[in-house]
């Protein structure tokens, strides 16, 4: 009897595969990041780095893609307690957030621009354009996931299966890594000046 209690207890402890694959990739991710920023410290520390604020629209963005976390967990809750008008509503509101934080941050970089630090005039400018596009990419990833949760979400009826859940799971997980990055590289980059 003891047993078949414990087998149940790590059966439910147990991640989903393809939840630890995407966690693994978080983690090798973080390191790439991590990678980066060091760079940036070890090339500031050498001379020949430009001093300048970084544009206010990269402040703002922040707030952008933390909303998109909050409206996106919200819809996962309201997914949970098949609610699914909310669901569904807080999916798209998570999805337009992503896409407005993609065209915040090509504001960004143009407002980088207005202020005299375009790419390839010295590497402050450059570390910030690099860090910031790769960080870009992975948001486009993690769009790229919302809207499919969003079609499947909108074509399909609405039910709350063990696989759909996993899907939204992921997805959210994902976007929550790229929102909690986006904050480390602005906290980092603050700090810095």
């Known amino acids: 009897m003891t047993e078949s209690i414990m087998e ?3 059966g439910r402890n147990k991640i989903h595969p393809k939840k630890f ?3 693994v990739a978080c983690a090798s991710m973080s390191m790439v990041f991590a990678a980066q920023t ?13 001093e300048f604020p970084l544009p206010n629209i990269f402040f703002f963005n922040t707030l952008v893609i933390v909303l998109s976390s ?17 669901f569904k509503g807080l999916l798209l509101l998570s999805l337009f957030l992503g896409i407005a934080f993609v ?9 980088l621009q207005a202020m005299g630090v375009p790419l390839k005039l010295n590497p402050s400018g450059d ?6 596009g790769i960080h870009l990419a992975h948001v486009l990833g993690g769009i790229t996931a919302l809207l499919i949760t969003a079609i499947v979400a909108f074509m399909m009826p609405f039910k709350l299966t063990p696989a759909r859940k996993l899907r939204f799971e992921m997805s959210m997980l994902y976007w929550h890594f790229v929102d909690g990055l986006w904050v480390y590289l602005i906290v980092f980059w603050t700090l810095q000046r």
């Open 127 to 132: 570390f910030i354009y690099a860090i910031s």
């Open 38 to 50: 060091s760079a940036y410290m070890v090339r500031q520390a050498s001379g020949n780095w430009l």
């Open 21 to 23: 694959a995407l966690l």
């Open 103 to 111: 065209v915040l941050q090509l504001q960004g970089w143009a407002d």
């Open 8 to 10: 149940q207890e790590i």
């Open 70 to 86: 909050v409206t996106l967990h919200g819809s996962y809750l309201a997914f949970k307690r098949a609610k699914e008008n909310l």
